[in-house]
């Protein structure tokens, strides 16, 4: 099995930061793509950010300039650095990464149980 656990969250107020960590941990071979996403009440699940077994990064408009995502493939960890924060930050975070068990290529996506985040003064 594949466990993904996410920490770091927490209350902040508009304009500080929060530093996220995802560790992936059981029978991995190796990860491809490890992403965040976040879900806020009353709203679909969406992508944050994500980044590439070779580092490329893509983020959503609402975040770009203002989130940082980096991973530790040695590790198989994930970080979304996330300044500047806005009220409408907040959601629950969860990460995801396409795993690898066998070492065949074939990739199956698991997912963290979340952390949350709010933003309020």
């Known amino acids: 099995q594949v466990q993904l656990v996410e920490s770091g969250g927490g209350l902040m107020q508009p304009g500080g930061s929060l530093r996220l960590s995802c560790t992936a941990s059981g029978s991995i071979f190796s990860t491809g793509a490890m992403g965040w996403y976040r879900q806020a009440p009353g709203k679909e699940r969406e992508l944050v950010a994500v980044i590439t077994s070779g580092g490329s990064t893509n983020y959503a408009d609402s975040v770009a300039g203002r989130f940082t995502i980096s991973r530790d493939n040695a590790k198989n960890m994930v970080f979304l650095q996330m300044n500047s924060l806005k009220p409408e930050d907040t959601a629950v975070y969860y990460c995801?990464?396409?795993?690898?068990?066998?070492?065949?290529?074939?990739?199956?996506?698991?997912w963290g149980r979340g952390t949350q985040v709010t933003v309020s003064s």
């Open positions: 995801n990464a396409d795993v690898d068990r066998s070492g065949l290529g074939y990739h199956y996506t698991y």
